[in-house]
């Protein structure tokens, strides 16, 4: 079983907006603080925003004020929203949960910014 299961991305035109989600187990959801990272072509992987089972949300400095991260418990899912996107934003995005040493990862989602 999959712990973590992305969706959501595509093509995108500069500027416009993508919403990614993630579907988790209740009990990953429950106990583990989650996260989005990515990583582009020839580049390190990146945190892009993170969550905390109490909703404390952390941002790059490369997506402050057109990114947010958002937890549904109803349907055990992150989501993660950003708009104004760029060329820059190309990138795998990859959910991560994260608890004590335990550290699951999704395929990741293909997001490309491009017109």
């Known amino acids: 079983q999959v712990p973590l299961v992305e969706s959501g991305g595509g093509l995108v035109q500069p500027g416009g907006s993508l919403s990614l989600a993630c579907a988790a187990s209740?009990?990953?959801?429950?106990?583990?603080?989650m996260g989005w990272y990515r990583q582009a072509p020839g580049k390190q992987r990146e945190l892009v925003a993170t969550?905390?089972?109490?909703?404390?949300?952390t941002y790059a400095d490369s997506v402050k004020g057109r990114a947010t991260i958002s937890r549904d418990s109803a349907k055990n899912t992150v989501t993660l929203q950003m708009n104004s996107l760029k060329p820059e934003d190309t990138a795998v995005y990859y959910c991560?949960?994260?608890?004590?040493?335990?550290?699951?990862w999704g395929q990741g989602t293909q997001v490309t910014v491009s017109s």
């Open positions: 991560n949960a994260r608890w004590v040493v335990h550290d699951l």
């Open positions: 209740g009990t990953v959801f429950r106990l583990y603080d």
């Open positions: 969550i905390t089972i109490r909703g404390e949300t």
